[in-house]
């Protein structure tokens, strides 16, 4: 079944104690749809610049990503550029160019209203609500946002939630939604807005998914080498989303190994810079890895 997949792609500058990466592919839509396209169709909504390289494109053509519905606006592509210290976990952003992102308006492609998954990435939340409008019945939808709409925009954001099956934040953006330190009571208030299931990142630590009947854990993957965290949590929500799209099927059980999955792309992604990791993956390597994660979990 097919994937939807809404939010931004833009050229990143990245600096880690490991290298720097100058203007090079990025955005929230690009890594969850590489990540996505390893399990099942996806197709993208989102908006670039005259100036976005057409060579960028093709590869995520290359990968099976439908584009058809990526608008191209006369201006400059969205840039972000970030740093991170030996904590890989905390980005501190350096300089956001919102750009041809700023009058972004997602228009869904007719043939786009009927997906049945969908990942609504990381953007104002008004405009999520309005993407939800355009789908007629959508199977799953996903929602991940940020402090900056927690901070400017929470009571849309929240009619958004309250409309999405599944809540993706990291745990910092979960206590602040919640004004409380504890993960568990924060889970518990974010399903009482709405939300079937609640996964909380933890960067290198892994993740957990809440319901209101049960919690899974995964962990993170004990990598060797990591050169940058970037698109970590999208490569995650893709890993997931793809997953339950091939399958269909969001039982409990295949909650769990979406999340696994989730994981597994979330560790890959951070292996190398910009989507260099991601786009060599094979699908052997996933199920490597996926078996690794199994091991490590088994006792
Ligand atoms: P992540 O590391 O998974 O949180 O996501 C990083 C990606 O999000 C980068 O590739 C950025 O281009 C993109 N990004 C950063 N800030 C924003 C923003 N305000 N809106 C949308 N995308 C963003």
Known sequence: MGLLIVGSVALDTVETPFGRAEEVLGGAATYASLAASLFAPVRVVAV????????????????????????????????????????????????????VF??????????????????????????QLSVLEQLRTPRLVALDS??????TKREALQRVIARA???????????QLCGTYSLVRAARE????????????????????????WSFFV???????????????????GGLMGYLARSGDTEPYNLK????????????AVEDFSVERLRALSTADIEQRYQEFRALTQF
């Open 48 to 99: 670039v610049g005259e100036d976005f390289p057409e060579a960028h494109v093709g590869l995520l053509r290359a990968a099976g990503v439908d584009m058809a519905g990526l608008q191209r606006a006369a201006g400059r592509t969205f840039r972000w550029a970030g740093r991170y210290d030996f904590d890989l976990n905390t980005a501190y952003t350096l300089d956001t160019q919102l750009n």
């Open 102 to 127: 700023a009058d972004f308006r997602p228009q869904l492609p007719e043939a786009y209203r009927d997906t049945p998954y969908v990942f609504l990435a990381n953007i104002d939340p008004e405009l």
């Open 146 to 151: 940020m402090n900056y709409w927690i901070e």
């Open 219 to 237: 962990p993170g993957y004990p990598l060797e080498s990591v050169k940058d965290p970037t698109g970590a949590g999208d490569s995650f929500a």
């Open 190 to 213: 974010v399903l009482a807005m709405g939300p079937r299931a609640l996964a909380i990142k933890k960067g290198e630590h892994g993740a957990v998914l809440c319901t209101p009947e």
């Open 257 to 268: 190994r979406g999340v696994v999955h989730g994981s597994v792309l979330a560790s890959f």
């Open 165 to 175: 099956d599944l809540l993706l934040l990291n745990e910092a953006e979960v206590r």
